[in-house]
């Protein structure tokens, strides 16, 4: 069976612009999540999704970053306009709604310069 | 809200144990416990639930203590391969809901 799939898998951009991040989440999973990791921070909840629906976007940094799930099987994590700060790794994870456990998919390394 | 995790770094040989705890100041579901090598993904060791029992698999177990909130990773005799960074995700509601991840305590293996 696939897992999560994200892409890209790198990403480099200069400040100021738009990075659009892709997950596909594992076929029959529900919820989706969207995870930054930095060293300093660690791993912080950006946003998650039940059945489509954002449920907690409360981590999300600012209305710089967005996030879509148009249907069960694709969501984005939109960044615009993008700064150096924004530079980490950026982990999507699923699950199906009444199961405990989350799946991550390979993330993707975002720099910003 | 962020649990935290102690030690921050362990480094061991081959064979000696290992315990890493996670403690919450808030009432917990669940705790879940991830495994992290360098580059990789998060990967799922295990969960333990409230009111469940003490888990594990192979030569790694964990254990849920409800009344300090707090939950133990033991690894024993350990191995290379358990090298990594050791994350505890920490929900207050019933399955499904999102994890609030302590910062990780990297446990590095040498032989």
């Known amino acids: 069976d696939a897992g999560v799939i994200q892409s890209p898998r790198h990403e480099v951009t200069e400040m100021g612009q738009e990075v659009t991040l892709r997950c596909k989440p594992i076929?029959?999973?529900?919820?989706l999540f969207w995870y930054r990791q930095t060293m300093m921070r660690g791993l912080e909840l950006l946003i998650y999704?039940?059945?489509?629906?954002?449920?907690?976007d409360s981590g999300m940094p600012e209305d710089r970053f967005s996030a879509k799930m148009p249907n069960a099987s694709f969501s984005t994590l939109k960044i615009q306009p993008s700064e150096p700060r924004d530079s980490a790794v950026y982990f999507c994870?699923?699950?199906?709604?009444?199961?405990?456990?989350?799946?991550f998919g390979p993330g993707t390394r975002l720099t910003v310069l | 809200q962020q649990p935290v995790q102690s030690p921050q770094a362990v480094i061991l040989r081959e064979g000696e144990d290992a315990v890493i705890n996670c403690s919450s100041s808030k009432a917990l579901y669940s705790v879940h416990w991830y495994r992290q090598k360098h580059g990789e993904a998060p990967v799922f060791l295990m969960i333990?639930?409230?009111?469940?029992e003490q888990k594990g698999h192979d030569k790694i177990s964990a254990s849920f203590n409800e009344k300090k909130q707090q939950s133990s990773l033991y690894l024993t005799a350990s191995q290379l391969s358990y090298s990594g960074t050791y994350f505890c995700?920490?929900?207050?509601?019933?399955?499904?809901?999102?994890?609030?991840f302590g910062k990780g305590t990297t446990l590095s293996v040498s032989s």
């Open positions: 333990l639930l409230k009111g469940g």
């Open positions: 076929s029959g999973h529900n919820s």
């Open positions: 995700g920490t929900s207050a509601n019933q399955a499904g809901t999102a994890l609030i």
């Open positions: 999704f039940n059945n489509n629906v954002p449920i907690d």
């Open positions: 994870a699923s699950l199906r709604i009444g199961t405990d456990t989350q799946y």
